[in-house]
């Protein structure tokens, strides 16, 4: 069973569409409305689709939580394969059957996206990936193109020994340098780059938190 | 009495009063008022009487009473930041476990 996991928090202007065609890919679609204040919950219900199980946080924990709960259920569905992507629309959901096939055919255990550099992209952005990427480098001796991009899959055997501790966003830097210190298989894709709103997700104070967040992981992981 | 010595008096006897009213309200229990009034008590004296401190501040080597004061001030909030740290820790953990098991009640309804 392939499961999708898709943590949501104000969403309610992509979240419909996003899961709408996730759904035509996998098996189930796990929605977490992490808290959300929109109409985000409201949006899933509507829908009416027999692949989504929608569970909702009555606070906001944030993304590392609402993962962990979604990785709860998955466990629950017995799901084989687990797609994790954003419910804000840049992650796009037409590229979930390359993720599965590299996962299947290729036997990879991990698949994750790095996002095409592209002059739309704010600069502050660049930099800030670019920060982040080359710190992982020298820290972890890690080489993944895009440690931020939270799209990405995992092969369910693989998820024990990757379970992240963070509860925010820095849950997607974490969640990579798990699954590297374990030396699984994987391989990266290129997708396409989508800011729909510049002041969400990972902000530039957010990335001074993450250096120094991943110092500690160093002493701790 | 120097204005040093009447402001930790007045800074005392607020402290007292206000844990006092904390009290009324049962935001503090009885064994908190206890302790907490022993502290601003204590606090009170050391305003008025600060030449108690001279036989500490000579064991430590300081040249001046209000030097322990300090530096006993700093250490206590060192030691209740840790505290805190841990206990928000914990609280945070016991959140997370609560909310995701509201989260999961009615799962199996997906099954």
């Keep these: 069973m392939i499961v999708a996991i898709i943590p949501a928090y104000n969403e309610e202007l992509t979240i419909g569409s996003v899961c709408g065609q996730v759904a035509q890919y996998v098996d189930r679609v796990i929605i977490i409305d992490d808290g959300s204040i929109d109409r985000t919950s409201q949006e899933i219900i509507d829908q009416h689709n ?5 569970l909702r946080h009555q606070i906001n924990l944030g993304k590392g939580a609402a993962l962990r709960t979604g990785y709860e259920a998955a466990k629950r569905l017995g799901a084989e394969i687990v797609v994790l992507l954003d419910a804000d629309g840049q992650h796009l959901p037409e590229y979930v059957p390359y993720i599965i096939d590299e996962l299947k055919n290729k ?8 996002r095409k550099k592209e002059k739309k992209m704010p600069v502050v952005r660049v930099l800030g990936n670019f920060l982040i990427n080359k710190t992982a480098s020298v820290l972890f001796k890690i080489d993944l193109r895009d440690m931020l991009c939270g ?6 055997e693989v998820m024990p020994y990757i379970i992240w501790r963070d509860s925010g966003y820095f849950v997607e830097i974490e969640m990579a340098l798990r699954f590297k210190s374990k030396n699984f298989s994987y391989s990266e894709i290129e997708i396409p780059t989508i800011y729909n709103n510049r002041f969400k997700g990972v902000t530039s104070v957010d990335g001074l ?10 002493i701790k992981l | 009495m120097a204005p040093i010595q009447l402001l930790g008096l007045l800074i005392g006897l607020l402290a007292l009063h206000i ?12 064994g908190d008022l206890l302790i907490w009034s022993f502290i601003w008590v204590v606090f009170i004296f050391i305003s008025l009487n600060p030449n108690i401190l001279n036989s500490v501040t ?6 001046r009473p209000m030097d322990a004061i300090m530096i006993g001030a700093f250490i206590v909030l060192l030691a209740v930041s840790f505290h805190n740290y841990v206990v928000n820790k914990k609280n945070k953990k016991n959140i997370e476990k609560i909310i995701k098991e509201l989260a999961l009640r009615d799962f199996d309804q997906y099954k």
């Design chain 1, 50 to 54: 027999s692949k989504f199980c929608l």
């Design chain 1, 107 to 114: 036997d990879k255990q991990a698949v994750f996206c790095f």
């Design chain 1, 151 to 156: 799209f990405r899959a995992f092969k369910m």
């Design chain 1, 209 to 218: 938190k993450l250096l120094l967040q991943m110092i500690i992981w160093r």
């Design chain 2, 19 to 30: 844990t006092f009213i904390y009290y009324k309200k049962s935001e503090l229990e009885k």
């Design chain 2, 58 to 63: 000579q064991h430590l080597n300081l040249s």
